[in-house]
């Protein structure tokens, strides 16, 4: 096995397991930051100008909510990524609420704060806060599709966690894809932590088994799993993920405390077709939303609490080490509607 430490290399390992001490847990995402919002508002630019400045030419004066102009709506939220379901959820929405008004005409403003309110009732259906092991190891499966960005969310969420104080150890489990454990060594380096890999080919479930055993030695309060992401293997790839979750459970009853999807937010409805494979053979317990950058359409992250039943966790803000936010309803919908 090949590990990197950040101890010298003539330092002796422990002679003995360590007895771990938990870890001072994540807050509750905090009421929006100045610079988290600002952030996002930079961010999610696109979706503003695609969302929030159509639909308010289209209630400015005030409108009576008919056919046409709800059918309009749709073409604006369906434009924003937000995708079908999602769209005829929250359309619906907001003709039941607008019965109130009879047959007088919807003032805008009205309309506009109602869209924010349905839009927030789907970011807040369930906490997005982290889930943390009540006896360290917290163990955490993260899975997604190649190129989404896993390992560098994998690097900035382990980095994260050492700022909070956490020993965290990373398992290089995918093993197919060419020169994985040396990008994720490079993220372990940068992070401060250490992390623990084999040689290309390895079976994956068996570097997962040797990595948990590494993490009781090291006392480590995180564990932070990569896998493969090869769905033109499908097959194989869902019956990799079982195995290795089933290794998870036998070492560790009640593990993984977590299975993040990460998901690219640029691709939009595409990348939900490839989230639902995931989601549907493995049990995900959140999102980190990926490359929520100037192209990408960030109303993909209200489909993906509506289409998949997922709260999002996490979001990535930009590309330092540290732009890795918890997600925070209010700050997100707030940079989309440009409201305080």
Same mark, same amino acid.
């Given at each position: 096995? @090949?590990?990197?430490?950040?101890?010298?290399? &003539?330092?002796?390992?422990?002679? *003995?397991?360590?007895?771990?001490?938990?870890?001072?847990?994540?807050?509750?995402?905090?009421?929006?930051?100045?610079?988290?919002?600002?952030?996002?508002?930079?961010?999610? !630019?696109?979706?503003?100008? *695609?969302?929030?400045?159509?639909?308010?030419?289209?209630?400015?004066?005030?409108?009576?909510?008919?056919?046409?102009?709800?059918? =309009?709506?749709?073409?604006?939220?369906?434009?924003?990524?937000?995708? #079908?379901?999602?769209? =005829?959820?929250?359309?619906?929405?907001?003709?039941?609420?607008?019965?109130?008004?009879?047959?007088?005409?919807? +003032?805008? &403003?009205?309309? #506009?704060?109602?869209?924010?309110?349905?839009? @927030?009732?789907?970011? =807040?259906?369930?906490?997005?806060?982290?889930?943390?092991?009540?006896?360290?190891?917290?163990?955490?499966?993260?899975?997604?599709?190649?190129?989404?960005?896993?390992?560098?969310?994998?690097? %900035?969420?382990?980095?994260?966690?050492?700022? /909070?104080? #956490?020993?965290?150890?990373?398992?290089?489990?995918?093993?197919?894809?060419?020169?994985? !454990?040396?990008?994720?060594?490079?993220?372990?380096?940068?992070?401060?932590?250490?992390?623990?890999?084999?040689?290309?080919?390895?079976?994956?479930?068996?570097?997962?088994?040797?990595?948990?055993?590494?993490?009781?030695?090291?006392?480590?309060?995180?564990?932070?799993?990569?896998?493969?992401?090869?769905?033109?293997? %499908?097959?194989?790839? #869902?019956?990799?993920?079982?195995?290795?979750?089933?290794?998870?459970?036998?070492?560790? +009853?009640?593990?993984?405390?977590?299975?993040?999807?990460?998901? &690219? !937010?640029?691709?939009?409805?595409?990348?939900?077709? =490839?989230?639902?494979? $995931?989601?549907?053979?493995?049990?995900?317990?959140?999102?980190?939303?990926?490359?929520?950058?100037?192209?990408? %359409?960030?109303?993909?992250?209200?489909?993906?609490?509506?289409?998949?039943?997922?709260?999002?966790?996490?979001?990535?803000?930009?590309?330092?080490?540290?732009?890795? /936010? @918890? $997600? &925070?309803?209010?700050?997100?919908? !707030?940079?989309?509607?440009?409201?305080?």
């Amino acid at each position: 096995m @090949l590990f990197w430490k950040k101890k010298k290399d &003539d330092e002796p390992e422990a002679a *003995s397991q360590p007895e771990v001490e938990a870890a001072r847990p994540l807050e509750e995402p905090a009421p929006p930051r100045k610079g988290l919002l600002a952030k996002l508002r930079e961010r999610l !630019a696109q979706t503003h100008a *695609s969302l929030w400045d159509r639909a308010a030419a289209l209630f400015r004066g005030g409108l009576k909510l008919d056919d046409e102009s709800l059918e =309009q709506l749709e073409e604006i939220l369906l434009a924003a990524d937000v995708g #079908m379901m999602t769209t =005829q959820h929250l359309v619906a929405g907001l003709r039941e609420r607008a019965r109130r008004f009879r047959d007088k005409d919807v +003032p805008a &403003d009205w309309a #506009m704060n109602t869209l924010k309110e349905l839009i @927030l009732d789907e970011l =807040q259906h369930e906490t997005s806060a982290p889930a943390l092991a009540e006896n360290p190891p917290t163990i955490v499966l993260v899975v997604g599709v190649n190129g989404v960005g896993k390992t560098t969310a994998i690097g %900035k969420l382990a980095a994260r966690y050492v700022r /909070e104080g #956490m020993t965290v150890l990373l398992i290089a489990g995918d093993t197919f894809r060419a020169a994985a !454990a040396e990008q994720l060594a490079i993220w372990a380096e940068r992070a401060g932590c250490e992390i623990h890999s084999a040689q290309e080919g390895a079976d994956p479930a068996s570097v997962v088994y040797d990595g948990l055993a590494h993490a009781r030695r090291l006392g480590a309060h995180m564990v932070i799993i990569d896998t493969a992401g090869r769905l033109h293997t %499908k097959t194989h790839l #869902m019956a990799e993920l079982s195995k290795i979750r089933r290794v998870i459970e036998r070492d560790s +009853p009640g593990a993984p405390h977590e299975t993040l999807l990460v998901q &690219d !937010a640029s691709t939009g409805q595409t990348g939900l077709v =490839q989230a639902r494979v $995931f989601t549907e053979a493995t049990q995900v317990t959140g999102v980190v939303l990926t490359k929520l950058d100037g192209t990408a %359409k960030g109303g993909v992250t209200i489909a993906i609490r509506r289409e998949l039943g997922l709260p999002v966790k996490w979001m990535g803000v930009g590309e330092k080490l540290d732009d890795l /936010e @918890l $997600f &925070d309803p209010e700050a997100f919908a !707030a940079a989309i509607f440009n409201s305080p």
